[in-house]
Every structure is written in structure tokens, then in C-alpha cells.
């Protein structure tokens, strides 16, 4: 079983940046996406930014293009989410995910094997 532990929400201004953290463990050290999600109050949970595949391959959804970057570490099995120009509209709580394996498109929660537990973000203005 491969456990995910998130770090880096918090509260910010409006216009402001937070750099969250996702940090695996388990039996495996590979994988093949790592994905954020988030979920407002009363909304459904959505896709943020995905980097999937040997070469790192990075999607967006459209809200956070030019804002959020993606990346990861894989040697330390590590995934990050640079989150700038913060809205009071991204605040939700922040969802990290990983696939282990292709398993289709990496914007649908079912690619993926492994969730954290959530870290909120709260964006003021």
C-alpha cells in the first residue's frame, strides 16, 4: 500500500503563493501520474494539474493555467503543486493522487491507485 502525505496549505492573500507537497511511501516508488484534485464546500470535487508518463507530461485545467506548475522529484518520490496569483475562488481543500500504471486519462479520479488525505487552502481577499 502506498501512503501519501501532503504538506504546504494554509492561509493566504489574495495575489499571493503556496507551494504544496506530496510525499509517497510504501512498497513501490514508481508511478506513472501524479495528479491534484480539489473540493470547495458545496462543490464537487474537480481536477487541477496532472504530470504523467517518462517524460513528465503536464496538463491543466483551464482556471489555473499561468498560475499553478506541477512537478515532481521522482527520485524522492515527491510531487509538488506552486500555486501562484491565488484567487479567493481556489480555496478548497487540495488532494494529491498517484497512479501506479497507465490506467486512461489522467483528469479522471479512477486513473488513479493512491490518495492523501487533503490539505486545505484558504484564500483571502
Known amino acids: 500500500q502506498v501512503q501519501l502525505v501532503e504538506s504546504g496549505g494554509g492561509l493566504v492573500q489574495a495575489g499571493g503563493s503556496l507551494r504544496l507537497s506530496c510525499a509517497a511511501s510504501?512498497?513501490?516508488?514508481?508511478?506513472?501520474?501524479t495528479g491534484w484534485f480539489r473540493q470547495a464546500p458545496g462543490k464537487e470535487r474537480e481536477f487541477v494539474a496532472a504530470?504523467?508518463?517518462?517524460?513528465?507530461?503536464?496538463v491543466y485545467q483551464d482556471s489555473v493555467k499561468g498560475r499553478f506548475t506541477i512537478s515532481r522529484d521522482n527520485a524522492k518520490n515527491t510531487g509538488f503543486l506552486q500555486m501562484n496569483s491565488l484567487k479567493p475562488e481556489d480555496t478548497a481543500v487540495y488532494y494529491c493522487?498517484?497512479?501506479?500504471?497507465?490506467?486512461?486519462?489522467?483528469?479522471?479520479?479512477?486513473?488513479?491507485?493512491?490518495w492523501g488525505q487533503g490539505t486545505q487552502v484558504t484564500v483571502s481577499s
Open positions: 493522487a498517484v497512479g501506479l500504471r497507465f490506467r486512461g486519462w489522467v483528469g479522471r479520479p479512477d486513473a488513479y491507485d493512491y
Open positions: 510504501g512498497r513501490t516508488s514508481s508511478s506513472y501520474a
Open positions: 504530470i504523467a508518463g517518462p517524460g513528465d507530461n503536464t
